[in-house]
């Protein structure tokens, strides 16, 4: 079946730091990837997403490239700051499937 | 355009009894899927709507149910409450779109169901 498999936490960065969440998965078709976040008390908002090999998805300084070769999906961040704490989720939907699969979360808190 | 609304936002069960939670999806979206969020699980899969009919479902046992209306709206059901039940509800709608490859979905706020 398909999983995801994303770096353990907790992360503990200082402001402006260069942040990296690993994600690795398996799937079985032709998946999209997702990277979410969710702030303490909300739901999950999508913070990036790509959806064919080697896109890059991006917003507010994030970044993922999609690696079919690898079969992986890093966060990045150049320069974090106190307000990216939160918890990140990799997670990828098989097309149509109504259905997305979701890494375990990796906790970062960012300390000023 | 409105979110993904959820209601209520909060609950308090005992064990034994059953809860109703509802979703409201964006509007024009026409699919709605259910995960149950938990420390020690994560997020896990429910089941998903599509049209009215269950599409996919995910490992949970038959205590939890669901239905979606004509209107896209959902409910989900979860009978006989036991303590394991507490967690966070969370619902998300997609633009289901013939041939695409897109599967973003929306989510709402989450329930936040407690069992005592």
């Known amino acids: 079946g398909d999983s995801v498999t994303q770096m353990e936490g907790p992360v503990t960065l200082s402001e402006e730091a260069f942040l990296t969440i690993n994600c690795t998965y398996t799937?079985?078709?032709?998946?999209?990837l997702f990277w979410y976040v969710q702030y303490p008390g909300e739901g999950l908002q999508l913070l990036l997403k790509a959806t064919k090999a080697d896109d890059k998805g991006s917003n507010k300084g994030f970044e993922a490239t999609y690696r079919k070769e690898t079969t992986s999906f890093h966060l990045e961040k150049g320069s974090v700051q106190v307000s990216d704490s939160a918890v990140y989720f990799c997670?990828?939907?098989?097309?149509?499937?109504?259905?997305?699969?979701f890494g375990d979360g990796t906790t970062l808190t960012v300390k000023p | 355009k409105a979110g993904v609304t959820q209601t209520p936002r909060y609950l308090i069960k005992t064990r034994g009894q059953q809860v109703t939670l509802s979703c409201s999806p964006i509007s024009g979206h026409r699919s709605v899927s259910w995960y149950q969020q938990t420390p020690g699980q994560g997020l896990q899969f429910l089941f998903e709507?599509?049209?009215?009919?269950?599409?996919n479902k995910g490992n949970f046992p038959g205590r939890f149910s669901g239905r979606q209306f004509s209107n896209s709206r959902s409910e989900m059901n979860v009978s006989t409450l036991e303590l394991g039940d507490s967690a966070l509800y969370l619902c998300?709608?997609?633009?289901?779109?013939?041939?695409?490859?897109?599967?973003?979905?929306?989510f709402g706020p989450g329930t936040r169901l407690t069992v005592l």
């Open positions: 998300a709608s997609s633009l289901v779109v013939a041939g695409g490859q897109d599967n973003e979905q929306f």
């Open positions: 709507y599509f049209s009215e009919t269950q599409r």
């Open positions: 997670a990828l939907s098989v097309f149509n499937a109504g259905k997305s699969t």
């Open positions: 799937a079985t078709g032709y998946p999209s």
